[in-house]
Nanobody, 125 residues
């Protein structure tokens, strides 16, 4: 049973934008303290992108987001979004949505117990 479902990935040229969405069941969102986005490229570990608390505060991995990514969360719609702009080829990855019961954002992948299946983002140069 899919509990988190990502959408919005695709192919975009460098400098373009994409908006990813993560939809969850009401039960998942109700129990979710943090909804986060991770990304993974082949041969590398899954890495933290951004996490958003129940109250809407977000913490980003600033090493590559550089103000280009904006995360949001709508608890009434059981949805989290990741708006990505000025995309670079290095942003090419599978992006995953994940949920944690913690109240604070963690970059540790082990703190997230519910995951989506991922959505592919490809940025061409």
């Amino acid at each position: 049973q899919v509990q988190l479902l990502e959408s919005g990935g695709g192919l975009v040229q460098a400098g373009g934008s994409l908006k990813l969405s993560c939809t969850a069941s009401e039960r998942i969102f109700k129990n979710s303290g943090v909804v986060a986005w991770f990304r993974q490229v082949p041969g590398k570990e899954r890495s933290f992108v951004v996490g958003t608390t129940r109250r809407g505060g977000s913490i980003y991995d600033s090493t590559f987001t550089k103000g280009r990514f904006t995360a949001s969360r709508d608890n009434t719609k059981n949805t989290a979004n990741l708006q990505m702009s000025n995309l670079e080829p290095e942003d090419t990855a599978v992006y995953y949505c994940a949920s944690s019961r913690l109240d604070d954002v963690s970059v540790d992948i082990r703190e997230y117990d519910v995951w989506g299946q991922g959505t592919q983002v490809t940025v061409s140069s």
